[in-house]
């Protein structure tokens, strides 16, 4: 095992084979839990129950690096705390960080399969090589030809979990776009590709653990950005009241509308020219989606308009956007037995691990419209 300057540990490569980042998974070392236990919250749940803005299993994937947290949730985090949105953050370049230590709360205990790991990092590396060289191999289609959704799709590339931890679908989506009958066929396959070098040009983009650590430190900066952005940006102009005869002064905000027809049931971002009002709970960046399909059934017919707040994760038994492209995809939002959130369409009929999907690309639906 070797050590990457205090930074994680890793299992060094040879010619030809993967360099192992144990903590490739871990794009957002934080200080939640030490604040978290620090300002007397000794379990995440009791945390969870006054930040009802952050689901459960969000707030936990925040927790453990596992996802980067908005500014907006940091924000909510620190204010449950009762500190600096600022003080959530570390500074990874520190001399005294090491990513193994920081992780080891959050470790299960499992002894890790070396196997696995390699065959993980490797089947990432066949499948960003056989995306990469077809240029008529698109994520558009492999979703439509071969039934993997972006999100897995991104998950393979970038080895997140061992093969025997994907459903049966995901697998045979792989056996499909491998051109195999089956699992050992899929594990040949890819060491035959690995042998005659056609993978050698994208291993280090899934297990270095530089790059790992290149983007945490991206990640972290803009956070930081952002945040003083915040802190230093003047109070928001109030809306201008328009008067309405026969009623109260009020404020009106109007929001424009975009959307446009897309293939797969996807809806573009083109503006459509027209404005619809602003629900009092939505925020700065909320806007308008003409929803062109109903394909979350009659309920939210074709010619409906939703407004989309960027601003709001979805909640399980609401509506979410998420972008995918040029384009946004409506679905519904519930929560597995294991409390996940998933997102789910009737046309094209599909399901979307919403936890699992960045943030920057979800927007909550806050209202509709029916014209």
Not at 75 to 104: H, K, Q, T, V
Request: net charge neutral; aromatic share 6%.
């Amino acid at each position: 095992m070797a050590s990457a300057n205090g930074k994680g540990k890793m299992r060094a490569g040879s010619a030809g084979e993967p360099m192992i980042d144990f903590y490739r998974a871990i794009v957002f070392p934080n200080r939640v839990r030490e604040q978290r236990q620090r300002h007397g919250f000794a379990k995440l749940l009791r945390l969870s129950a006054g930040i009802p803005e952050i689901p459960y299993i969000r707030l936990s994937k925040i927790e453990r690096g596992e996802v980067v947290a908005r500014p907006d949730e940091l924000r909510r985090i620190a204010a449950a705390l009762g500190i600096a949105p600022a003080d959530l953050l570390l500074d990874i370049d520190s001399p005294d960080f090491d990513i193994a230590a920081w992780a080891e709360p959050f470790s299960d205990g499992a002894q890790i399969d070396l196997k696995e790991e390699r065959f993980a990092v490797l089947l990432g590396a066949a499948l960003r090589a056989r995306r990469t060289l077809d240029p008529a191999l698109t994520i558009a289609m492999i979703e439509r030809d071969f039934g993997l959704p972006p999100v897995n799709l991104s998950r393979v590339e970038n080895a997140q979990k061992p093969f025997g931890r994907w459903n049966p679908a995901v697998q045979r989506a792989l056996f499909a776009l491998f051109g195999v009958a089956d699992e050992p066929g899929l594990r040949a396959e890819v060491e035959k590709r690995r042998a005659a070098g056609v993978l050698d040009a994208f291993l280090a983009t899934i297990a270095n653990p530089e790059t790992r650590i290149a983007r945490t430190r991206e990640r972290v900066a803009e956070l930081q950005a952002a945040l003083r952005e915040e802190a230093s940006a003047p109070a928001a102009p109030t809306a201008i009241p328009l008067p309405i005869p026969g009623a109260p002064m009020t404020a009106i905000r109007l929001l424009p509308i975009f959307g446009a027809p897309l293939p797969h049931g996807l809806i573009g971002h083109q503006p459509t020219g027209k404005t619809v009002e602003a629900p009092h709970i939505a925020g700065p960046n909320a806007f308008g989606l003409k929803v062109c399909r109903a394909t979350l059934g009659g309920g939210l017919p074709a010619q409906a308009t939703v407004v989309a707040d960027p601003d709001r994760l979805p909640v399980p038994g609401g509506l979410a956007a998420l972008r995918e492209g040029e384009g946004w995809r409506l679905l519904s939002v519930a929560s597995d037995r294991d409390g996940r959130m998933i997102g789910y369409s009737i046309n094209p009929d599909m399901e979307v691990a919403l936890d699992d999907c960045d943030p920057a690309h979800l927007a909550a639906i806050v209202s509709a419209v029916f014209l």
